[in-house]
């Protein structure tokens, strides 16, 4: 094994990955570095909450397969935002959308033929998260990426085919705020010794780091935002939540989790979750990419965190870990620093 050469850029392009296969020539939609004027992705360059809002509000005026809607403000006023990214077809009838996803989800009341018909009929709903951990910055800036090349794709394309029948709702960040400081800091000590090094300050004013465990109580309004965006307006199927883990272990975790599993949600859920898990690892090697590990530290029974709610509520939940950087600078990690151990991984 040689050295490994470690960097935002790397994160960005394994997350990219697991989410999405894409190809093809990029038109018209402006990419992030027409509005930005920065390489988002590219090592040593990241784009604040106030960029990434200025830029998919942009986008979003520039294309028929992309929406903003806001979800609520932060603790300190800022205002948390999704891009709904699907066909203009489907964009024009997103009340219709959510009303039978939200018979889907409580069907209550439906006999098995309506069901069945509203199944298959409707485009499923996906939902992917970042950013709830602001140091963990691959996230925020591959959810930019992200929704350029899904808006950009040519028509009659693969992925254009694709939105024909997936309404993917993108969140560039669960913490704008910490967002916000962090980018801040980092541009701080741009060029000087202390470049990529860790902010000295909250990453969330009021939970810190534990805002990722707010999902049962629901103390800070992002979560409940959060909360009420998922389980009560819209009501996606997948729940897809991107973070970022030390930089000396594997290179990104995915489903299966490692036991013990809670023991309270349906059987069908952790099969697809498993499922779903087990298929993007297989992509990930297809495309060369190794250091791809499940089973592994993050566990399927604690029920406090973003998409391990949705499990209580028959939703599909998927976590993905991608080994991280000095935010975005890179890092040299030699193979005599590499380290196993954790649950399920021999040290």
């Known amino acids: 094994m040689t050295a490994r050469r470690l960097s935002l850029a790397c994160g960005v392009l394994f997350i990219l990955n697991s989410v999405i296969c894409l190809a093809g020539t990029l038109p018209a939609p402006p990419s992030p570095r027409d509005v930005l004027g920065i390489e988002v992705g590219a090592n040593r360059v990241l784009a604040s909450y106030s960029e990434s809002e200025r830029y998919l509000r942009a986008l979003a005026q520039a294309s028929d397969r992309v929406r903003v809607v806001a979800m609520g403000p932060t603790v300190e006023g800022r205002t948390m935002i999704a891009a709904v990214v699907t066909s203009a077809a489907n964009l024009a009838r997103l009340d219709e959308l959510r009303a039978g996803w939200a018979r889907v989800a409580d069907p209550r009341g439906l006999d098995e033929a309506g069901r069945e018909q509203l199944i298959a009929t409707l485009p499923a709903c996906a939902l992917i998260t970042a950013g709830i951990h602001s140091n963990e910055v691959a996230g925020p800036q591959a959810a930019l990426l992200l929704a350029y090349r899904l808006a950009a794709a040519p028509e009659g394309s693969q992925v254009a085919r694709w939105l024909d029948r997936m309404v993917l709702l993108i969140v560039p960040s669960l913490n ?49 935002a959060l909360n009420r965006f998922v389980y009560r307006d819209w009501h996606p199927q997948l729940f897809l939540d991107l973070h970022m883990m030390g930089p000396t ?57 973003t998409r391990n709610t949705g499990w209580w509520k028959n939703v599909f939940g998927v976590l993905t870990e991608t080994a991280s950087a000095a935010l975005a600078t890179p890092i040299k990690v030699d193979e005599n620093e590499l380290r196993g151990g954790g649950k399920g991984l021999v040290d």
């Open 176 to 224: 704008p705020d910490g967002q916000e400081a962090t980018v801040a800091w980092y541009r701080k000590w741009f060029g000087t010794p202390y470049e990529g090094s860790v902010p000295p300050f909250l990453f969330h004013r009021y939970a810190g780091h534990d805002n990722n465990r707010d999902f049962v109580y629901l103390t800070q309004p992002e979560s409940r």
């Open 249 to 305: 272990g594997p290179r990104q975790f995915v489903p299966p989790f490692a036991d013990p599993i809670a023991p309270n949600v349906h059987p069908f859920v952790w099969r697809i979750t498993s499922h779903l898990g087990t298929l993007m690892s297989l992509r990930l090697e297809e495309a060369g990419k190794s250091g791809v590990v499940s089973g592994w530290t993050f566990d399927g029974n604690w029920i406090g965190g």
